[in-house]
């Protein structure tokens, strides 16, 4: 059992509540899929040799066979939350628990996506679509990690200006214009023959129209790579672009725990530091659930439980 500190919420909180096409939520559902805090408790046989009461924890929201926290499984918009044993990742104490919680699902996501599908490298060119919130500013912050040139699109100007703070090389103002012809003058147009021009890396997990049109962005031999839909999941597409520039599409779900061990680590050693858009109480969930519908945010929505 554990005390709850500080949960954050998802990208996948607002289609929970207006019901997520194919998913059977269980209701009542708790938000609050990325959970840190404190052991209070073990269960009957779930001693364990390096956890102890009052240890400092981040629960790993994937249950196998069970589903996430927040989505399928109540979260931890609560005073305590129960999790098995192994799901239990323990916290440096260089990390505080708002930063811990920002850490799972969005940010566990991208470096699974970024760093062991994509296999960003030092040098590499990155296009982030949907750069803007939990997932896609930690892949802004990992491609920079990793060397990489980052472009990241946005269609607002203030958090262009945010992106900018965060490290992207280039920002893509989608409200400005085609974003394929903003980066065929940055990167240059992908040719069929000539690997010169284009992405290596597209992440793209907005689908929808903008599905076929990121094809367009990624070179010869290059990279797409999605883990979601959030603007429509049956998109129209142009197989001539995949054959005739050898393109890999690669999908990447969810995480694991050596993804959120990684990303605390990065965090204590001060290399990544969470992009948090909002820090409230948990009372207040219902206005950072209605800033996520509204899209308001840069980064990820934390909530602090006393």
């Not at 802004?140 to 060397?147: F, Y």
Request: glycine share 12%; proline share 4%.
């Amino acid at each position: 059992m554990v005390k709850v500190r500080a949960i954050s919420l998802n990208g996948f909180d607002p289609m929970v509540l207006a019901s997520i096409p194919g998913l059977k939520t269980p209701l009542p559902m708790v938000p609050g899929g990325d959970i840190a805090g404190e052991i209070v408790a073990f269960g009957e046989g779930a001693r364990s040799s390096t956890l102890e009461i009052g240890d400092r924890v981040v629960i790993n929201p994937l249950v196998v066979g069970k589903g996430i926290y927040g989505e399928t499984i109540s979260g931890g918009a609560c005073e305590f939350v129960c999790a098995p044993l192994e799901n239990i990742v323990s916290m440096p104490a260089a990390v505080s628990f708002e930063d811990a919680a920002a850490l799972p699902i969005a940010y566990g996501t991208a470096h699974r996506m970024l760093i062991k599908r994509a296999e960003v490298r030092s040098g590499d060119r990155v296009l982030i679509l949907g750069a803007t919130g939990g997932v896609g500013t930690c892949c802004v912050q990992l491609a920079k990690l990793a060397g990489a040139e980052v472009a990241a699109c946005t269609s607002s100007g203030e958090k262009a200006e945010k992106l900018r703070n965060l490290g992207a090389d280039h920002i893509i103002n989608t409200s400005e214009g085609d974003f394929v012809k903003q980066i065929h003058k940055v990167w240059g147009k992908p040719r069929v023959f000539d690997e010169s021009g284009g992405a290596d890396i597209v992440i793209n997990f907005v689908g929808g129209d903008d599905w076929a049109k990121a094809l367009r962005c990624v070179k010869r031999g290059g990279k797409m790579l999605t883990c979601g839909a959030t603007n429509g999941y049956d998109p129209k597409t142009d197989i001539r672009y995949i054959w005739s520039f050898e393109l890999n599409i690669m999908g990447s779900n969810c995480w694991d725990r050596s993804d959120i061990e990684s990303l605390l680590d990065l965090t204590a050693r001060g290399q990544l530091k969470p992009e948090i858009a909002s820090l409230r109480p948990y009372q207040e969930l219902a206005t950072s659930l209605q800033d996520m519908i509204d899209r308001k945010n840069f980064g990820k929505a934390v909530l602090t439980i006393a």
